[in-house]
């Protein structure tokens, strides 16, 4: 995850799902800071996942980048932006987003997109983590991101030709 740190960007929705995916073995990096930082901290040990937890703060994009470009999903459960960038930087990398269907990130994410079930969205979250914990490396397929992509994906979206 990474963004700013408040409530409406779902850490505790991420942070309930890693609970309930207790049997994965994955852990939880925070990059970012915000106002809620401190709760999302005390949320971590009440649910008794603060070890697979890793709040990083601020660092420098290229940090974040080669951060992104070792995990195995970027977790985005946002439940309000509409031009998620690190969406499109997971994409370009070719790494599997979790995010829900609203929003710019799951047409930004495309194929790599995983839809969070909105009616339950800590247990969806589990079992696409659960999924993705069996393969050896999530299937996902890195493309350029450039302007050619943008032109396209307006196009698409708006019927501008």
Avoid at 34 to 59: C, I, N, W
Avoid at 86 to 114: D, R, T
Wanted: charged share 15%; proline share 6%; with cysteine.
């Amino acid at each position: 995850m990474a963004g700013r740190l408040l409530e409406w960007k779902g850490i505790t929705v991420a942070l309930q799902s890693l609970k309930i995916a207790s049997d994965a073995d994955w852990r939880l990096s925070i990059y970012g800071d915000g106002p809620d930082r401190h709760r999302f901290q005390r949320e971590a040990r009440e649910f008794g996942v603060a070890g697979r937890v890793s709040f990083h703060g601020v660092v420098p994009r290229g940090d974040l980048m080669s951060a992104l470009s070792t995990a195995d999903a970027l977790l985005f459960p946002s439940f309000h932006d509409s031009g998620p960038w690190v969406v499109a930087e997971a994409y370009s990398l070719g790494i599997p987003v979790l995010c829900f269907p609203q929003g710019g990130a799951s047409v930004l994410a495309g194929g790599n997109a995983h839809i969070i079930d909105v009616s339950n969205p800590t247990q969806s979250i589990a079992d696409i983590i659960g999924g993705l914990s069996r393969m050896s490396r999530p299937l996902a397929v890195p493309v350029p991101w450039g302007t050619d992509r943008v032109v396209r994906l307006l196009s698409s979206l708006y019927g501008a030709s």
